[in-house]
């Protein structure tokens, strides 16, 4: 196997000081504006191929920039996977949680969650998903800022399915005692179903999936009428 360039692997084996960038590249462009293109460049490659198979190089060619200037920005491929995972996050569930909002209550919002985790096309948010989970534990970082980043995106997915269950006990629709235990079974079920559905061992239908999610609601939570 060919060796690697420093700048293709995920973490660095030593921190090097970040290259200067020309003038005519800072006037055009913000820092965070710069940054942001580059997370965008990457988020379709980090879908297609996995984190591990991108490179600083790859980035930066989808990007339009120089290796350089990929690496003044990022210290690593693993920060771009962090910050294209909350991107990908925020957009994945924005329309969701609009959604959810204007659902007539807890029951339906739930089914609305449900329905949009498995699609013929949410491959695609569950590869970079489970990317993302399997990067935490290859987190070099002293401070640990990788890791608490990736605590904070399963914080808030708990605070979603949470909400949902809360809105419908308060609404009547639902009969539940432990919301936070049914949260943790909701959320690990998901996970588990959804790396079955990618790995197709055994085979999985995404009917069949939201078809356990949906016995999972039926089961715990009932119905408070």
């Not at 190089?57 to 690496?71: C, F, H, L, P, Q």
């Not at 925020?90 to 949680?97: H, N, V």
């Not at 939201?210 to 009932?222: C, I, K, W």
Request: hydrophobic share 40%.
């Amino acid at each position: 196997m060919a060796a690697r360039h420093p700048e293709d692997v995920g973490m660095k084996a030593a921190k090097t000081p970040r290259r200067a960038v020309a003038a005519a590249d800072r006037t055009r462009q913000p820092t965070e504006v710069r940054r942001r293109l580059i997370v965008e460049a990457a988020v379709p490659l980090i879908a297609e191929r996995g984190y591990q198979s991108v490179g600083v190089r790859d980035v930066a060619a989808a990007a339009g920039v120089s290796a350089g200037t990929v690496t003044y920005h990022f210290d690593s491929v693993q920060e771009i996977l962090s910050e294209a995972m909350v991107l990908h996050i925020e957009r994945y569930y924005a329309a969701l949680s609009e959604a959810a909002d204007k659902a007539s209550g807890g029951s339906e919002a739930l089914r609305l969650l449900i329905d949009a985790l498995f699609t013929e096309d949410t491959d695609r948010h569950w590869r970079m998903w489970f990317d993302y989970w399997s990067a935490g534990d290859r987190d070099q970082d002293p401070e640990r800022a990788f890791a608490r980043g990736q605590a904070k995106r399963y914080e808030d997915w708990h605070s979603q399915i949470r909400g949902l269950v809360e809105r419908g006990v308060a609404e009547g629709e639902f009969v539940c005692a432990d919301p936070v235990g049914f949260t943790v079974r909701f959320a690990a079920l998901s996970d588990g179903l959804a790396l079955q559905w990618l790995r197709q061992a055994p085979p999985l239908t995404t009917e069949d999936a939201r078809r356990h999610l949906y016995r999972l609601v039926e089961t715990e939570l009932g119905t408070g009428r």
